[in-house]
């Protein structure tokens, strides 16, 4: 059983909600200090992109506990309006927004698996990862 | 939600003791500027101990204040950055290289008072 929860992304304080979310359900899982950080910062970076890009979106949480492998997946959805140029947005320091270029590539390092697919015009789905280790 | 700024001679200190949001560390931002402006002071010490996420909008709202209050002729320290946030700062790519910064409040003032000589 793989219990799920989501939050909706539709004002600012969303954000805050979301990783505040995560951070509990990781914490719960069993994950240390450093990686509840790490977790709830990836959190706040996608929270903050389906914020600023999509207006709306939702992130969804989900424990995954197989025999020897634990970890939490986290889904960020929209429909907003798309990544034109995905290997640009992946690289540090690219950002359309005036912000420091750091989320998405840095969601990346913080968690272990990491996943984007987009369509322009169309939307976003970025899975991540993290196992506890 | 404002973060309380409070004056000590010719500091500025200020402890951020919730989780910030967006809004508040912009609002934030705005006060400590106005409150240099207005106090005079040379020196401020924003104490990070009680914050367990430093994300890249607040990492950059933090970097672009320490410049801002340099413009202004006021030195910025911040202190008490915790082990998980540091290395979190570091996996996002973010060096924050020009800003002082400071184990605790108290090496922060020690550091302000080295630099400032008063």
Redesign the interface.
Known sequence: MNPQSCVNIQKEWDIVGARQLGRDIARKIGFGTVDQARIATAISELARNIYLYAETGQICFEVIDNMDHKGISMVAIDNGPGIDDVSKVMEDGYSTSGGLGAGLPGVKRLMDDFDLQSEAGKGTRIKAVKWVR | MRIPILKLHNYLLISIQT?I???TAIQFQEDLLSKIHQSGATGVVIDLTSV??????I??VLGDVVTMSDLMGAKVVLTGI????A??LI????HLKNVPTALDLEQGLIKLYQELGE
């Open positions: 989780e949001d967006d809004n367990d996420i430093i994300d890249s909008f990492a950059k915790q082990p998980a946030v290395m979190t996996d996002l790519g973010i």
